[in-house]
C-alpha cells in the first residue's frame, strides 16, 4: 500500500444526469425562479425538498441537505434520485455509513445507476476497503465502459494495491477522454515511477504541471523522478521552481539543501537517494483524485 491519501471534493451540478462523485441530481430552473417555487411546481419533487437539499448542499450545508433529502424521500420513497443525493449529502458530511446506506439503495432502486456505484465505491475506497470498492467500480463499467470516473476511481485503487500495470491502462484511458486531466497524468506518472520507469513519469509529471503550472506539488513529484532517475541537477531546478510558487515549503528546502551538498561534496554527478514513499502524490474524484479520490472528484 502506498502513502496516497484519498480526499473528495463535492461538486454540485444542477443537471439531471451529471458526476463525478457529489454531483447532485436536481432539474435545470428557468430564468431566475428560485428553488422554492420552483421545486413546489415539479411534480416529481413534492414539496420542493430536492430542490432545497441541492442548494444547502451547493453551500455545503449538508446537515441541511441531508434533513431536505430525507423529506423528499418521504414524499416520493420510490426516486432513486433522493437516496443518491443524500448519499451525497452524507458523504460530504463524513457520515460513511449512512452514505453506504443510500448509495445501496439507490442501487437497489436503479440496478443500472452508474453514479450509484461509483458513489458507492468511493465510500469503500475512503474505509480502504479495496476489494469491495474495486467490485463497485467494475460494476459500473460494465454497465458505461467509457466511464472516465468509474476509471478514474478504480486505477487510484490499483494503485492503492500496487497493481502499476493496471493503474497506468485506467489512467490511460482517462487520458484518451479527458486529455487535460492533470490528475490523470500525476497519478500514472506514480505508477510509472514506481516501476522505474523515471522517463514516462517524468513525461507525464510535465504534463500535469502543464495543467496547472502553479501547484507546487507538480514540481515536487518531477524532482522526485528526477531524482530517481540519477538527474540530481533537473531535480535541483524543479525544487528552485516550487520554492518560487511556496518559499517556506521545508520539504522543498530539505531536498534542495540536500542536493546542493551533494552537488559541493561530490566532483561528479551521482545516483541520489530514491525519496522516501511518502513523497507520493495526493489525490484531490476526479482530483480525484482523485484521488478524488478522483474527478472533480478523485483526479
Known amino acids: 500500500m502506498n502513502n496516497y491519501k484519498i480526499g473528495t471534493v463535492i461538486s454540485l451540478a444542477i443537471a439531471i444526469v451529471a458526476y463525478p462523485t457529489g454531483v447532485l441530481y436536481a432539474k435545470k430552473r428557468p430564468g431566475n425562479q428560485s428553488p422554492g417555487s420552483a421545486a413546489a411546481s ?129 489512467y490511460s484511458k482517462v487520458i484518451q477522454r479527458v486529455p487535460d486531466d492533470g490528475g490523470a497524468y500525476e497519478r500514472r506518472g506514480f505508477a510509472y515511477r514506481s516501476l522505474k520507469k523515471y522517463q514516462e513519469a517524468i513525461a507525464d509529471y510535465t504534463k500535469a504541471i502543464a495543467t496547472d503550472p502553479k501547484d507546487p506539488d507538480g514540481y515536487r513529484h518531477r524532482a522526485v523522478a528526477h531524482t530517481m532517475a540519477g538527474d540530481t541537477k533537473s531535480a535541483a531546478t524543479d525544487l528552485r521552481a516550487l520554492l518560487k510558487i511556496k518559499p517556506d515549503d521545508a520539504d522543498a528546502q530539505s531536498r534542495l539543501k540536500a542536493l546542493e551538498t551533494r552537488a559541493n561534496s561530490s566532483p561528479a554527478p551521482t545516483r541520489a537517494t530514491p525519496a522516501p514513499a511518502g513523497s507520493a502524490p495526493v489525490a484531490t474524484p476526479g482530483v480525484s483524485p482523485a484521488l478524488a479520490p478522483p474527478g472533480t472528484s478523485p483526479h
Not at 443518491?84 to 439507490?106: C, I, M, P, Q, V
Open 42 to 170: 415539479n411534480p416529481s419533487d413534492p414539496g420542493g425538498h430536492s430542490a432545497l437539499g441541492v442548494e444547502a448542499a451547493k453551500k455545503r450545508d449538508y446537515e441541511k441537505a441531508i434533513a431536505e433529502f430525507s423529506k423528499a424521500i418521504e414524499a416520493a420513497p420510490g426516486e432513486t434520485k433522493n437516496y443518491f443525493n443524500r448519499g451525497t449529502a452524507y458523504r460530504g458530511a463524513n457520515k460513511l455509513k449512512e452514505a453506504f446506506a443510500d448509495f445501496s439503495k439507490a442501487i437497489e432502486l436503479a440496478p443500472q445507476s452508474v453514479v450509484a456505484y461509483i458513489g458507492r465505491g468511493e465510500v469503500l475506497l475512503v474505509q480502504k476497503q479495496l476489494d469491495p470498492a474495486l467490485a463497485d467500480f467494475d460494476k459500473a463499467l460494465q454497465i458505461t465502459p467509457n466511464d472516465a470516473n468509474a476509471r478514474r476511481f478504480r486505477g487510484f485503487v490499483f494503485i492503492s494495491k500496487g497493481e502499476w500495470e493496471k493503474a497506468i491502462e485506467d
